[in-house]
């Protein structure tokens, strides 16, 4: 499985981005994104069940960013609204085949994509 993630870039704070995420091979079952800014660890940002399309959002994120996917492209979304300097990360997007309830974890996703650079200039 290979995931590749686009649509990163730069924006000022406020502005908005869509991040996508295509994955290869059959459909998986968690599809999430995560975040890492210089000198911190990876962190959680959202993640889509397959099946329902349950959604989870870190609490940093709810009520601005947005998880979707599209089964049959096999693609999750991310759209970030209200974007503040401190979005400001590479972004990665993760897959999973498995229901793993630590889906906050990056050690619950088996393939991940490159990442794409969010830049939020203030």
């Known amino acids: 499985v290979q995931l590749q993630a686009c649509g990163g870039g730069l924006v000022q704070a406020g502005g908005s981005l869509r991040l996508s995420c295509v994955a290869s091979?059959?459909?998986?079952?968690?599809m999430g994104w995560f975040r890492q800014a210089p000198g911190k660890e990876r962190e959680f940002v959202a993640r889509?069940?397959?099946?329902?399309?349950?959604?989870d959002y870190a609490d940093s994120v709810k009520g601005r960013f947005t998880i979707s996917r599209n089964n049959g492209e096999n693609t999750a979304f991310l759209q970030m609204n209200s974007l503040k300097p401190e979005d400001t990360a590479v972004y990665y997007c993760?897959?999973?085949?498995?229901?793993?309830?630590?889906?906050?974890?990056?050690?619950?996703?088996?393939?991940w994509g490159r990442g794409t650079l969010v830049t939020v200039s203030s």
């Open positions: 993760a897959g999973d085949y498995s229901n793993d309830y630590r889906y906050t974890q990056p050690s619950a996703y088996a393939y």
């Open positions: 091979g059959r459909s998986l079952y968690n």
């Open positions: 889509i069940r397959r099946s329902g399309g349950i959604t």
